[in-house]
C-alpha cells in the first residue's frame, strides 16, 4: 500500500511538473488561478477515469491465467499491469482522435470555455459513475460503451441547449462506424473462440488441455507459457485501445486551457512548412477557389455550418480552399508551427481542425462530386493538417499508462470471479482460456490498426462463452442475461447520465 500510493503521488507530480515545463517553454504564465485548478481537476478526473478503466476491464485478461493455475492472482495483476503501462506507451494514437470526433465541433473549438469545462466535466464523471456501479456488481460491461454513450449524451443535451436538435450534436456517420465495432466484436469473440477451441480439439490432443485444473496445481510448462503468453497479449492490446480513449480526452482538456503549449505540434520537422504549401497548393486546384471574393472570416463560417450541419452547399468547396489557402499563408508568415505566436495558437489550430473535418466529410459527400484523383490529393493535405494539431505528447501517455496500469492491480478479483466461474457451467479449461484470449487479443489489435475503439471485456467474456457452448458445458444463463442488460442498459444510462451533468455543470461553471 506505501508503494502503490507513492506511485501515485509521483504520477500526480508527474503530471504537474510536465504542465508546468511545458508552460514555461511556450512562455505561457498563469494570469488568473481559476483556469489552472479547472486543469488539474479535468486532469485527475481523466486520469481517474483510466485507473477505474484498468480495474474494471483489465481483470478479464488475467481472469484465465488465475482460474487456469498459470500464474499467482498477485503476480498475475502485476504482469498484466506493466503490459497495460507498455500498450498505451506504444499505441499509435489513432484511437484516441477517433473518440474525440464524435463530440460537436462547437464544443472542440471552444473547449477552453465554461461549455467546454462542462463537457469534460460531465462525459468522464458519467463514464467513471456507470463503471463503479457494474464493476460493484461484479458485471462485466464495456468502459467504451460507457464513454462513447457519455460522449452522444452530451452532443445532445449540448444541441438542445443551443437550440438546435438532438441529431444535431454528435457525428452520427462515426458513432454508427464505432458502434459497428462494438456491436460486431462480441459476436467475432464468440463466433472465434468457439472455432479456435474445437480445432484445437482436433489438432492438438493432449487431454490434460482440456481438463479442469486441480486446485492449487500449475499446469503443464508448454500450457503454462500459452496461457502466459495470451494473458501479456491480451493486457498489451487493452492498453493500446482503451488507454487512447483518456489520451484524446486529455488532449481536448490541454488544449482548452494551455493552447499555446498544446494546441498546435511544436515537433514536426523543419521540412513541414515546404510539404504543407505543396499539398495545400494541390488541394486548392481541385476545390477551386471562389469565384467571388470569399473573407477568410466567411470561409470559416461556411465551413463550419457544412460540418456542424452536415449539408454540402455550392460554397462548401470554395470555403474550404479559401480556409486552406489563409492557413497556408499563416503557416509560411511564421515560417514554422513552432513560431505562431500565442496569441494566433488557438485561432491557427482551430482553422486546421475545421479543414481536417471539412476534406473528411466532403470525402463521403456525393454532391462534392470528388474524383478517387481528387480524394487522394485531399487526403494528403488532411494528413499535414493532423499532423499540426493530432500529436500526443510522452508525458500524457506515460500518466495515462500509469494510471491504467496501476488500476489493474487493484479490484480485479469481482469480474474474474464471473468470468472465471459464472458464464459456463464448468470450471474454465486450459484450452478455453486460450482460445478466448489469443481471438480477444487479435480482435482488439485489428480493431487498434483500423481506429476503432472495441470492449475488451466483451470480445473475452463472449470467447469465454463461445468455448463453452462449443465444448457443450452449458452457459450460466442468469450471468448471460445480466451481461446482455448491461450492454443494452449502457448506452442509454451513459447518455441521460451525462446530459443531466452537462446541463448541470453548464449551470455551475
Not at 334 to 361: C, F, H, T
Request: aromatic share 8%; hydrophobic share 55%.
Amino acid at each position: 500500500m506505501i508503494g502503490f500510493g507513492a506511485a501515485i503521488i509521483a504520477a500526480l507530480l508527474y503530471v504537474a511538473s510536465s504542465v508546468f515545463r511545458d508552460a514555461q517553454a511556450a512562455h505561457v504564465h498563469p494570469t488568473t488561478l481559476l483556469p489552472f485548478v479547472l486543469l488539474f481537476v479535468a486532469l485527475l478526473i481523466a486520469l481517474g477515469f483510466e485507473f477505474v478503466n484498468g480495474f474494471h476491464d483489465t481483470a478479464n485478461a488475467v481472469a484465465t491465467v488465475i482460474y487456469t493455475n498459470a500464474l499467482q492472482a498477485t503476480t498475475a495483476v502485476v504482469w498484466s499491469g506493466f503490459f497495460n503501462f507498455l500498450g498505451v506507451l506504444l499505441s499509435s494514437g489513432a484511437v484516441a482522435f477517433g473518440i474525440v470526433s464524435l463530440l460537436p465541433v462547437e464544443l472542440i473549438l471552444q473547449v477552453g470555455s465554461h461549455a467546454g469545462f462542462a463537457m469534460v466535466f460531465a462525459l468522464l464523471i458519467a463514464a467513471i459513475i456507470w463503471n463503479l456501479a457494474t464493476w460493484w456488481l461484479g458485471i462485466p460491461s464495456s468502459s467504451s460503451h460507457t464513454l462513447i454513450g457519455s460522449i452522444i449524451g452530451v452532443g445532445v443535451a449540448n444541441a438542445f441547449l443551443e437550440g438546435k436538435s438532438g441529431t444535431a450534436g454528435v457525428d452520427w456517420s462515426k458513432a454508427t462506424e464505432i458502434g459497428q465495432a462494438l456491436l460486431f466484436s462480441p459476436l467475432i469473440g464468440f463466433g472465434l473462440s468457439a472455432l479456435l477451441f474445437l480445432a484445437m480439439k482436433v489438432l492438438i490432443r493432449h487431454p490434460a488441455l482440456y481438463q479442469e485444473p486441480e486446485p492449487g496445481v500449475p499446469p503443464p510448462l508448454w500450457i503454462r507459457a500459452l496461457l502466459i503468453f495470451t494473458c501479456t497479449g491480451v493486457s498489451f492490446a487493452h492498453g493500446s485501445n482503451d488507454g487512447q480513449k483518456g489520451m484524446g480526452l486529455i488532449m481536448l482538456i490541454l488544449i482548452g486551457t494551455v493552447p499555446t503549449a498544446y494546441a498546435l505540434n511544436r515537433a514536426v520537422p523543419e521540412q513541414y512548412t515546404a510539404q504543407f504549401h505543396a499539398n495545400a497548393v494541390a488541394a486548392v486546384s481541385v476545390l477551386h477557389a471562389p469565384e467571388t471574393p470569399m473573407t477568410p472570416d466567411e470561409a470559416r463560417q461556411a465551413v463550419t455550418r457544412f460540418i456542424a450541419d452536415k449539408h454540402f452547399e455550392p460554397d462548401t468547396r470554395p470555403a474550404v480552399a479559401e480556409l486552406l489557402t489563409d492557413i497556408d499563408q499563416q503557416v509560411r508568415y511564421y515560417g514554422s508551427l513552432a513560431k505562431v505566436p500565442a496569441q494566433a495558437v488557438k485561432n491557427v489550430r482551430n482553422d486546421m481542425y475545421l479543414a481536417s473535418e471539412a476534406i473528411k466529410r466532403l470525402g463521403k459527400e456525393k454532391a462534392a462530386g470528388l474524383s478517387d484523383a481528387d480524394n487522394a490529393v485531399l487526403s494528403r493535405i488532411k494528413d499535414s493538417l493532423d499532423r499540426g494539431t493530432r500529436f500526443i505528447p510522452t508525458w500524457v501517455k506515460v500518466a495515462v499508462a500509469f494510471a491504467l496500469g496501476l488500476g489493474t492491480m487493484i479490484g480485479w478479483r469481482r469480474i474474474v470471479v464471473t468470468v472465471g466461474e459464472k458464464i459456463g457451467k464448468s470450471h474454465l479449461t486450459y484450452a478455453q482460456g486460450a482460445a478466448a484470449e489469443l481471438v480477444a487479443m487479435g480482435t482488439i489489435m485489428g480493431a487498434d490498426s483500423l481506429g476503432l475503439p472495441v470492449s475488451t471485456t466483451h470480445v473475452l467474456s463472449s470467447g469465454v462463452a463461445g468455448t463453452m457452448a462449443a465444448n457443450r458445458s452449458g452457459l450460466q444463463m442468469a450471468t448471460i442475461r445480466n451481461l446482455a442488460i448491461a450492454w443494452v442498459l449502457t448506452l442509454p444510462a451513459s447518455i441521460a447520465l451525462a446530459a443531466l451533468l452537462y446541463w448541470l455543470f453548464r449551470m455551475a461553471i
